[in-house]
């Protein structure tokens, strides 16, 4: 596992207008669109600031939040995503330890690839790569 693994997080919303407000109103910050990297499911979604120049090599993790159908705000509502060199590798090893995948490695255009696995507990968390 690489240092500070953690390398994205997204904050499940109902109401975007209202989300984004509060984020930016308690952080003092302005969220940035991101376009959607899959046109066929329908998504809004807000980036938090990050320093893109430094990428991974930079304490922290990006994030946003994200309007999505299936995915509720509220206990549960945020999901964690754990960098990694491949997340296919990492998947079969959730699997082969009591996990189970719930959505196999996939594409995400120019941002590389992830693969949503739950651990043995019953949480969901994500996980990401570049190849």
């Not at 999505?68 to 959730?94: H, I, K």
Request: some cysteine.
């Amino acid at each position: 596992m690489i240092n500070n693994p953690v390398v994205h997080f997204e904050i499940y919303v109902d109401d975007m207008t209202r989300a984004k407000t509060f984020y930016e109103a308690v952080f003092q910050t302005k969220l940035e669109q991101m376009p959607n990297p899959t046109p066929e499911t329908e998504m809004d979604m807000w980036f938090f600031p990050m320093d893109k120049e430094a990428g991974m090599s930079s304490y922290g993790s990006g994030g946003m939040l994200v309007k999505m159908q299936g995915f509720s705000p509220g206990v549960g509502g945020t999901l964690v995503y754990f960098g990694c060199e491949d997340c296919s590798v990492q998947a079969a090893r959730a699997k082969q330890h009591g996990g189970s995948v719930e959505q196999e490695k996939t594409p995400i255009g120019e941002h590389g690839f992830m693969a949503l696995v739950k651990d043995t507990e019953g949480n969901i968390i994500g996980l990401h790569s570049m190849k």
